[in-house]
């Protein structure tokens, strides 16, 4: 009796939600805040700037690698070019107080491993801290992204108006978005000069040079996927 009339208490008293907002790579490879004390029903809301970022919920006992199938959450990449800050937001609804660990997992720098992470509800001493995390993040090699596209949150409009405002000259828009082809052409010629220059000439001893070589185009291929893979990062 006594004790319903408690737990009644205090979840009116819990009732209020709390939403952290946490910036993400604002500063660097950077999630601000890294460390949040968040209750049931809590929102954690993330804002996302230049490069190419994600984030997904991780596993305390291996870093850069995400929760088992099914739990936790990952919002998939959100490019946001230079100056601009992403016009959408990934929000998390937290169920508990278990300790959640989240990082980026960008592999170009290598972003979980050279400190993007975060850690919701910390324990006091243990795996589930930073320092626990960041131990296990220095021995990881590349970051694992979740299968398949985002799951676990919701997309919302960025509340936060961005600095530089680009938006209002749709032409010029119009026009760096024509300037990004020339890049993938750019891409084509320097994998054609890449070829005659770096590893054929190098390799030319070895039987693979030919392989490489005769798979000119291929390659040239390749170069135009990672162009592609590297936009904004
Ligand atoms: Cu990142």
Not at 13 to 18: D, E, G, L, V
Not at 74 to 100: C, E, H, K, M, W
Not at 208 to 217: K, R
């Amino acid at each position: 009796m006594l004790s319903s009339f408690l737990l009644t208490g205090l979840l009116a008293i819990q009732a209020t939600a709390i939403q952290f907002n946490v910036s993400v790579g604002r500063n660097g490879l950077t999630f601000e805040p890294n460390e949040i004390r968040a209750a049931r029903d809590d929102i954690i809301e993330f804002r996302f700037w230049p490069r190419n970022h994600s984030v997904v919920a991780g596993r305390f006992n291996e870093a850069c690698v995400p929760a088992p199938s099914g739990a936790g959450f990952y919002s998939g990449f959100l490019p946001t070019p230079a100056d601009t800050i992403n016009p959408q937001v990934f929000r998390i609804r937290i169920n508990n107080s278990d300790p959640i660990v989240f990082y980026c997992s960008q592999n170009n720098g290598q972003h979980c491993k050279n400190g993007m992470f975060g850690i919701i509800n910390p324990t006091m001493g243990g795996a589930s801290t930073l320092a626990g995390y960041r131990q296990l993040a220095l021995q990881a090699g590349n970051a694992t992204s979740p299968s398949g596209g985002p799951f676990g949150g919701q997309f919302a409009a960025n509340p936060n108006t961005v600095p530089p405002a680009p938006a209002a000259t749709t032409v010029t828009v119009t026009a760096s978005g024509s300037a990004a082809t020339p890049t993938e052409t750019d891409g084509d010629e320097s994998s054609t000069s890449g070829t005659s220059t770096g590893s054929a000439a190098s390799s030319t001893p070895s039987g693979g040079a030919v392989a490489l070589g005769a798979g000119g185009s291929p390659f040239a291929g390749l170069v135009v996927a990672g162009a592609a893979a590297l936009l904004f990062v």
